[in-house]
């Protein structure tokens, strides 16, 4: 956290020197760069959340499916707000919003499996 913390207010410096200085396109391109290096650092921990909860599942005795749709709602509620950020940092608010709907209507589609999953997991539980 501390490097990021670190790019963050190297960007933020560097931003305000190329503002004073009306150089706009070199302020786009240091805060693309910054959050290019940022994304890379966190897909290197959500692939390390990937490979922790894959030997949980591993473990447990669940379907792998279950496992597979967990890993899509994170990469959906990731991808969503890294999008919707985006948009809305640029001044495109209303297509932030339009994204974020879509992230939860995804989200709503992709749990309909796993609610189905634990209703028959419970009915087995409870003996019917």
């Known amino acids: ?8 207010f190297a960007v933020v410096f560097l931003g305000s ?13 240091l805060a693309l760069g910054a959050t290019l290096l940022v994304a890379g650092y966190s897909l290197e921990r959500l692939k390390e959340l990937y490979l922790f909860m894959k030997e949980l599942f591993d473990m447990l005795p669940l379907d792998p499916l279950f496992f597979s749709i967990l890993v899509k709602l994170l990469a959906v509620t990731y991808l969503t707000d890294f999008a919707s950020g985006m948009c809305k940092e640029q001044g495109y608010s209303t297509l932030g919003t339009q994204v974020e709907i879509f992230g939860k209507v995804t989200i709503l589609f992709v749990t309909i499996p796993a609610i189905t999953y634990l209703l028959q997991v419970f009915a087995i539980l409870g003996g019917e």
């Open 1 to 8: 956290m501390l490097q990021i913390a670190g790019v963050a």
């Open 17 to 29: 020197l190329f503002k004073q200085e009306a150089k706009n396109g070199w302020q786009m391109i």
